[in-house]
């Protein structure tokens, strides 16, 4: 019976058995690779900090998502797709353990550095140098050769504003005369009282309030906060400030390039501390350049402060 069922079908009297049906392979769909992002935490969209990050993200084809600071915006801002990387403006709890990736936290003192972690400005900002500048600054500024020193404004480092702050006085204006006087003494009248025309507060939460009625009565102010000056311009000498700008994106960038984390501190050697807001009313040009040869001479290290930048005891 095989051998008439295959004579069949070789006769073509019957079909042929079927084979088996090849299947055709699937073309894999590719999976669409997310645009990377940077997540900004706290820090505010108008701020030259923002501007530079978003810059520095854009440059790179990056998009930038911004958040509040705190748990919320911390979760909302890892749940974006394609996050490579985090800048955040203070210290949010459970950040470093809820994403392991490229971390930079600015001006958070009690951050830690790790692996994947670097802090910017604070800890280890020279704010020797800061009440320096200020001291030079003020001293430039003042006819009168009378400069008062606003003090207990609420602020952190306030031994060594004063010691440094003393120290670029006497550089500026080795005649000037120091008065100090405490932030909620500081009234219009009694600093006009001792005679003096220039006026420079400790950075702190007083120091605006104790300021502005000064530069209200005429005086000439110099102004260094975390904030641009909320001062009427035409009494602001100049402003010495601090730049998260300027460390935030080379500090990302060196992570990014495998670098360990480390500690980015404001330093005028890293072009972080810097004056600006001059006010040509209140400085001539000869002044001015005395001033920048200042800035340079600590940049350089050829001038030295005289204090320790750790606890403003002189050195």
């Known amino acids: 019976m095989a051998g008439l069922a295959a004579a069949m079908v070789g006769c073509g009297l019957l079909p042929a058995p079927a084979g088996p049906t090849p299947t055709l392979a699937a073309t894999p769909t590719p999976t669409p690779v997310p645009t990377p992002r940077l997540l900004l935490l706290g820090v505010p ?17 990056w998009l930038t998502d911004a958040f509040e600071a705190g748990q919320a915006g911390l979760e909302a801002g890892l749940t974006q797709p394609g996050l490579q990387a985090v800048v955040s403006l203070g210290w949010s709890a459970g950040l470093q353990s809820a994403f392991s990736g490229p971390l930079i936290v600015v001006d958070a003192p009690d951050a830690t550095i790790g692996p994947r972690l670097s802090v910017v400005g604070e800890p280890g900002a020279r704010h020797d140098q800061v009440g320096f500048l200020a001291g030079v600054l003020a001293g430039l500024v003042s006819g009168t050769e009378r400069v008062a020193l606003l003090t207990e404004t609420g602020g952190a480092h306030e031994s060594i504003y004063q010691a440094a702050f003393d120290h670029g006085l006497r550089y500026g204006c080795p005649r000037c005369a120091l008065i100090r006087l405490a932030a909620a003494q500081a009234s ?23 300021l502005v009625p000064l530069a209200e009565a005429g005086l000439w102010v110099v102004w260094s906060g975390s904030e641009p000056a909320p001062l009427p311009e035409t009494r602001l000498a100049g402003e010495i400030r601090m730049l998260p700008e300027a460390l935030a ?4 960038t060196a992570l990014l390039d ?8 404001y330093s005028v ?47």
Do not use: K, Y
Request: no cysteine; net charge negative.
């Open 45 to 61: 969209a108008g701020s030259a900090l923002g501007a530079s990050l978003v810059d520095w993200a854009g440059q790179r084809g």
């Open 188 to 210: 219009a009248q009694a600093v006009a009282g001792e005679g003096a025309d220039a006026a420079f507060a400790v950075p702190g939460p007083a120091a605006a309030a104790a």
């Open 249 to 252: 994106a080379p500090a990302l």
């Open 258 to 265: 495998g670098q360990p984390g480390t500690a980015w501190p």
């Open 269 to 315: 050697e890293s072009r972080s501390i810097a004056v600006g807001s001059l006010n040509s009313e209140a400085l001539s040009p000869g002044r001015e350049l005395r001033l920048q040869q200042a800035w340079e001479g600590l940049a350089s290290g050829e001038l030295q402060i005289g204090v320790d930048p750790l606890t403003g005891a002189e050195s």
